[in-house]
């Protein structure tokens, strides 16, 4: 039965505290994945402001060594990941991966070099079609385009009423996305239009079968992660111990009902992070 070493919390059911023991219990055979916004990052008005917590790096620089691999799969460009997370030449993140879009990137750290496919034709056709499209609906007012290279995103935050901004762009944007071969991913007052066929879960599914894992531990705070956690749910049920941590947030209770830790945010999540390296530390 697992213990408390080094302050860790402890996850409130059965399978996350077999996931925990079975990391403890043999790191390097353990993989990390981890979300960066809302999960290494605050969620900040404009999304090029966000950053990786200051003590992310660090604790992740501490933690990588001791496990078989740390991955960060997320929503962005690989690229834009890296620099908004200070994770290129860090001493101890040499085998650092990001799987960008949803996995459609790929940038290891032990090359610097990102690997990607092609952009998606119906990505260039809605991107200048969108702007228009917004406008003409009335809903430009408070809604704003993020490029994110491979994926468009429209958010709501900045609306008078981002909850009610976004209800109301969810049938015409994926009836918009649908007419270009596209599909929309729901966030935290986001809607992305993206191509289909990879989502966070497929990703870490991939990576987990590439690295050979016998244990897992995700943590997300967002809609975007829910693919992740059923891989995780699934993995399980085949045997694979795994941990399902949420940057915690009263915005997305789908991930928290789920979760098998919740920690408030960013800040606890790099808390987490440094008593996991400090327990699984080689003497």
């Not at 049920?237 to 949420?246: D, K, R, T």
Request: proline fraction near 8%; hydrophobic fraction near 50%; charge should be negative.
């Amino acid at each position: 039965m697992v213990s408390r070493p080094h302050n860790l919390p402890m996850p409130v059911t059965a399978a996350g505290r077999e996931g925990l023991e079975a990391l403890l219990a043999t790191p390097r055979r353990a993989v990390v994945a981890l979300d960066f916004d809302g999960t290494l990052a605050e969620i900040v008005p404009d999304p090029d402001q966000a950053r990786a917590h200051p003590g992310a790096v660090p604790a992740l620089a501490a933690l990588a060594p001791e496990v078989a691999s740390v991955a960060v799969i997320t929503g962005r460009p690989a690229g834009v990941a890296v620099r908004y997370g200070g994770f290129a030449g860090v001493p101890g993140l040499e085998h650092l991966v990001v799987l960008g879009h949803y996995g459609a990137e790929r940038w290891d750290a032990v090359t610097g070099i990102v690997h990607a496919p092609a952009e998606h034709p119906g990505v260039a056709a809605v991107r200048a079609e969108l702007p228009g499209f917004l406008d003409a609906i009335g809903a430009w007012r408070g809604t704003w385009i993020e490029e994110k290279g491979r994926a468009l995103a429209v958010h709501t935050r900045r609306a008078a009423d981002p909850a009610a901004a976004f209800e109301a762009l969810r049938e015409p944007l994926a009836e918009l996305a649908a007419r270009h071969g596209l599909m929309v991913e729901p966030g935290r007052a986001v809607l992305e239009l993206r191509p289909p066929g990879m989502d966070k879960g497929v990703a870490l599914s991939e990576y987990l079968a590439e690295t050979g894992a016998e244990a897992v531990l995700y943590a997300g705070d967002d809609l975007g992660d829910l693919a992740a956690y059923s891989a995780v749910e699934k993995l399980r049920a085949e045997g694979l111990p795994g941990l399902l941590v949420c940057s915690g947030s009263a915005e997305v209770p789908e991930l928290v009902s789920r979760a098998d830790l919740v920690v408030p945010g960013p800040a606890e999540v790099v808390s987490f992070l440094a008593a996991l390296a400090a327990a699984t530390r080689t003497p």
